[in-house]
C-alpha cells in the first residue's frame, strides 16, 4: 500500500526496468495520489522527439552536462513548492536489470535531497515477469518512506542522502523479488487486469474439452 505523505511534497524514486515505468508511475499516481499533478525529468533529446509527454507533466534536461544538473535542480525545487506536486525520478538514468546489485543512482535525487525544504522521499520498484498467461504482470511495491526536511536535510551531504536511496530502493526490490518467487496473486491489489487465455485454436480446444466435460470454461490459467 502506498505511504501516508500527509500532504507534503511526494518525490518517488524508482528503478528502471523498461520503457514502461513512465507510464506504471502515472497509473500508480491516478489510482493512489489523484489530486496531485506528476512531473518527471526526461532527456531532453527524447522530450523533442516525443513532445506529447510534456502534456502529461514531462520536463527536458540535458544529460551529462553541469548545466543538465544545474537545470533539473532549479526545476525540481520549483515543482517541489507547487501545490500537491508528485515528482517521479528513475535515478539510475539508465535501463537496469533488477537483480543488479550494488544499486548505483547519478548524483541528482541526493543533491535534491540535501537542498529540498520538506518532502516525503518514496521508493517504487517495479518487476515486470510472467506467471501464468501469455502477457506479464506488472508487479510494484512501494518501499519505506523517508520524511526529508529542514534542518534535517542539509545535516547530510548529497553523497550520504545517494547512498540512503540505494538502500531503501534495494531494500524494496529484495522484498518484491520475494514475493515475485510466491507467484501469488493474493499478495498483491489488482489495479489493472488485462486479457487472459491464449486465444486461436488452443482456447477453441480448451473450451471444446470443458464442454465436453460439462465444466464451464475459464480463459485464465491460473488464479484470479
Known sequence: MPPDTQGRPLVIYSNHASWWDVLVCLVLKDEFFPGRSLFAPIDADALENYKMFRRLGFFGVERDSRRGAVQFLRTAEVILKSPSPLLF?????????????????????????????????????GEYVFWEERLPEILVRFGEPVLV??????????????????????????????????????????????????????????????????ETFRKEHGRI
Open 89 to 125: 525520478i528513475t535515478p539510475q538514468s539508465r535501463f537496469a536489470d533488477v537483480r543488479t546489485r550494488p544499486i548505483r543512482f547519478e548524483a541528482g535525487l541526493g543533491h535534491l535531497a540535501a537542498r529540498v525544504e520538506d518532502a516525503v522521499f518514496v521508493p517504487v520498484v
Open 149 to 214: 526536511n529542514q534542518p534535517l536535510a542539509s545535516q547530510f551531504g548529497s553523497d550520504a542522502w545517494t547512498n540512503h536511496f540505494e538502500r531503501k530502493l534495494e531494500a524494496a526490490q529484495d522484498e518484491l523479488a520475494a514475493e515475485v518467487k510466491l507467484r501469488n496473486p493474493d499478495h498483491f491489489q489488482i489495479i489493472l487486469s488485462g486479457t487472459a487465455g491464449q486465444g486461436g485454436v488452443y482456447d477453441w480446444w480448451r473450451a471444446l474439452t470443458a464442454r465436453w466435460r460439462g
